[in-house]
């Protein structure tokens, strides 16, 4: 995986609750979100900018985050991300932190690759799970799980069973489907005429001897 660099700020959790209420409410109104870091030694309450974690979540691609928490540095990854359900806005981010020994699960983007021989049978090519959950080093964890598709024939689902890569293995139950070839009405529709066309063309042979 890339490294995000992520400075952030120690936050004070206030001991009453209608207190806290007021911190946070106080802090997104200074475009600011509340962040946990739990999984180390201790657990931290900071706070980061939008802007500075803007590029981190509003992109397809997946990261290791190097978490500078005044001026103290962690491995981390996104844990779980809280959003405004109307403004859909940061609401929380909690943070895993990581090292080179102890294995983590985290969600890897699918990426397709190659020309299925089904597609060039007319079929078209979906992709149904467009991450698949794989338990490793987090180091291990590449940025994306590329599928060579080239063999897959008209009709042909692929499981998650069928699937292996270096250095992770794959949580994500196994008889989940990944991506199929499925059969188009073109080629059902060209099925049905060949027959029709041979029972025509029959006659004529028969006439001709």
Do not use: W
Request: net charge positive; with cysteine; hydrophobic share 40%.
């Amino acid at each position: 995986m890339k490294t995000y660099q992520l400075k952030g700020s120690t936050r004070t959790i206030a001991e009453r609750s209608c207190d806290q209420k007021r911190a946070l409410k106080t802090m997104r109104k200074e475009n600011k979100i509340p962040c946990v870091l739990y999984g180390g030694e201790k657990v931290y309450h900071f706070e980061v900018t939008n802007v500075a974690v803007r590029n981190l979540i509003y992109t397809p691609e997946i990261f290791a985050v190097e978490l500078t928490i005044d001026g103290k540095k962690h491995m981390a990854v996104i844990k779980e991300l809280q959003f405004q359900p109307v403004k859909d806005t940061v609401l929380h981010i909690d943070f895993l932190e990581v090292n080179e020994k102890t294995p983590i699960i985290f969600e890897v983007p699918v990426q397709l690759v190659g020309h299925a021989v089904g597609v060039k049978a007319g079929g078209k090519l979906t992709l149904q799970l467009r991450k698949l959950k794989v338990k490793g080093i987090y180091t291990n964890i590449p940025e994306k799980l590329t599928i060579d598709v080239s063999p897959m024939t008209l009709g042909k689902t692929l499981q998650v069973g069928e699937l292996s890569f270096d250095g992770v293995d794959l949580v994500t139950t196994k008889d989940t489907v990944v991506c199929a070839v499925k059969v188009t009405r073109a080629v059902v529709d060209d099925t049905l005429e060949k027959p029709a066309e041979a029972a025509v063309e029959a006659p004529a042979e028969a006439e001709a001897k």
